[in-house]
């Protein structure tokens, strides 16, 4: 059974720039929640979704949106790419409320 | 923003000894969740307290919980050098629409041989 997985594994964008970062959940699950980690911090939550609609959603500006497909995997866009955006991202997925189980992140550069 | 606060922020100590890291947060919470990180990987989920529960057993792993002081602790018994990671401690907030996790700043622990 293939946990949570994510791609790209890194990525190298400059300041402007649009990305797209892509998460499918582990077998079974339907709530898939995406959390932004810099260097030496916790991770932050951005948003949640649950039946391909955000359920939550963090502080963070609308730059970053997303999205959730029938088959319960996940997309991160960050437009307007700032160097601050530089970091780890993780998604988590669970089943309803249940524990997040979290994936090994997509490390984001920002030039 | 950060609610926890975990304490010490790094930890060194000598293989088979026992490690404790301390969390504290703010609100009131539904659960507060332990995880592992390894060098900048994804996290490992360790334990989940809930709010009605003082105390938890996994393994090498003691958490307790006092809602009063809104404070948690997680005990690592007999360290091995694979204990060596960051640790976070994350809460759900009680009350909330769903359950995104809200986490400290960790607490980097380092196990020497």
């Known amino acids: 059974d293939a946990g949570v997985t994510q791609s790209p594994t890194h990525l190298i964008k400059t300041r402007g720039q649009q990305v797209t970062l892509r998460c499918s959940p582990k077998?079974?699950?339907?709530?898939v929640s995406w959390y932004q980690q810099a260097l030496g911090q916790g991770p932050q939550f951005i948003f949640q979704?649950?039946?391909?609609?955000?359920?939550q959603r963090g502080n963070f500006p609308d730059r970053f949106s997303g999205h959730q497909f029938p088959n319960y995997s996940s997309e991160l866009n960050v437009n307007a790419l700032l160097l601050g955006d530089s970091a780890l991202y993780l998604c988590?997925?669970?089943?309803?409320?249940?524990?997040?189980?979290f994936g090994p992140g997509t490390r984001l550069t920002v030039l | 923003s950060q609610q926890g606060e975990e304490d010490p922020q790094a930890l060194s100590i000598q293989e088979g000894e026992n490690a404790t890291m301390n969390c504290s947060y703010k609100?009131?919470?539904?659960?507060l969740q332990w995880y592992r990180q390894n060098s900048g990987r994804g996290l490992v989920h360790l334990i989940l307290i809930r709010s009605n529960e003082r105390e938890k057993h996994s393994g090498r792993l003691r958490v307790t919980l006092d809602t009063s002081k809104k404070s948690s602790s997680l005990l690592i018994t007999a360290s091995r050098a694979a204990d060596t990671a960051s640790y976070f401690c994350a809460t759900v907030r009680r009350g909330g629409g769903a359950d995104g996790l809200t986490f400290g700043k960790g607490t980097h622990l380092i196990i020497q041989p």
């Open positions: 979704y649950y039946e391909e609609e955000e359920r």
């Open positions: 988590a997925s669970s089943f309803v409320r249940d524990t997040q189980y």
């Open positions: 077998s079974g699950h339907d709530t």
């Open positions: 609100t009131s919470i539904n659960n």
